[in-house]
């Protein structure tokens, strides 16, 4: 049986009061296997992703803080260099054929894990 353990909203401020317009929500939910998920719910961010609405990570068990840094680097920061890395070392791109799961172990090498 899974659980959610953590939501965060990811947004900005609403000029108007004190809450928050998000634009994606990250959760971690936990079970047989812990995932970190992200859901865009802005539709001009799906549009520039080409589509993509949602995307999961499945994280290692002996490096799951480094794996959470790096799906935010990847999935919510877009950082340009982290999504080159990973395109590369997992040989497709989001521009023609959008990433929408990363499973750690079986995805990379020991190796390319390493150098992420």
Do not use: K
């Not at 589509?51 to 002996?62: H, Y």
């Not at 791109?93 to 390319?112: Q, S």
């Amino acid at each position: 049986m899974a659980s959610v353990s953590a939501v965060v909203l990811i947004g900005r401020g609403h000029p108007n009061d004190g809450g928050n317009r998000h634009f994606a929500v990250v959760s971690l939910e936990e079970g047989s296997r812990p995932s970190f998920n992200l859901e865009w719910r802005s539709p001009s961010i799906q549009r520039e992703l080409g589509g993509l609405r949602s995307f999961t990570m499945i994280p290692t068990v002996e490096d799951t803080l480094h794996d959470c840094l790096l799906y935010v680097a990847f999935a919510v920061a877009r950082v340009p260099e982290v999504v080159t890395a990973i395109e590369s070392a997992r040989g497709n791109g989001l521009a023609g054929h959008p990433i929408r799961r990363l499973e750690m172990y079986d995805d990379f090498a020991p190796r390319d894990r390493g150098l992420l």
